[in-house]
Nanobody, 120 residues
Framework: QVQLVESGGGLVQAGGSLRLSCAAS????????MGWYRQAPGRLRELVAS???????NYADSVKGRFTISRDNAKNTVALQMNSLKPEDTAVYYC??????????????WGQGTQVTVSS
C-alpha cells in the first residue's frame, strides 16, 4: 500500500524553470532509490534522474547541468528542479520509488504523472 503524488507541473516558456515534487505515503518500511521518469507523445518512458537514499544522483545526459534532483528522507519526498527548460523537455513526468514493504518485499511505486509543457 504505497501512493506517490506528484505536483508542480505546468506551462512555461523556453528558458524558464519548474520544480516538481513527489510525496510518498502508505504502509512501507523504507524507500531505496527514487527517481523521475518522463514520457512524451509517441515515445517510450525514459529515466530523467534518480537519487539514492544517501543522496547520490544520476542524470540523463540530456538534462545534466539543467536539472537537479533532491530528496528528504524524513518526509519521504523527492523533488526535481528543472532550469533552462527546452521544448524537448515537454512530457508527462512520473515519480518512481523502490519501496521496501513490511512483508520484506521490494516493489516499484509510480505516481500518476504531472504534465510539463515548454513553449518555444
Amino acid at each position: 500500500q504505497v501512493q506517490l503524488v506528484e505536483s508542480g507541473g505546468g506551462l512555461v516558456q523556453a528558458g524558464g524553470s519548474l520544480r516538481l515534487s513527489c510525496a510518498a505515503s502508505g504502509r512501507f518500511v523504507t524507500i531505496n532509490l527514487m527517481g523521475w521518469y518522463r514520457q512524451a507523445p509517441g515515445r517510450l518512458r525514459e529515466l530523467v534522474a534518480s537519487i539514492t537514499r544517501t543522496g547520490v544522483p544520476n542524470y540523463a545526459d540530456s538534462v545534466k547541468g539543467r536539472f537537479t534532483i533532491s530528496r528528504d528522507n524524513a518526509k519521504n519526498t523527492v523533488a526535481l528542479q528543472m532550469n533552462s527548460l527546452k521544448p524537448e523537455d515537454t512530457a508527462v513526468y512520473y515519480c518512481n520509488a523502490e519501496v521496501m514493504m513490511w512483508n520484506n518485499r521490494v516493489t516499484a511505486a509510480w505516481g500518476q504523472g504531472t504534465q510539463v509543457t515548454v513553449s518555444s
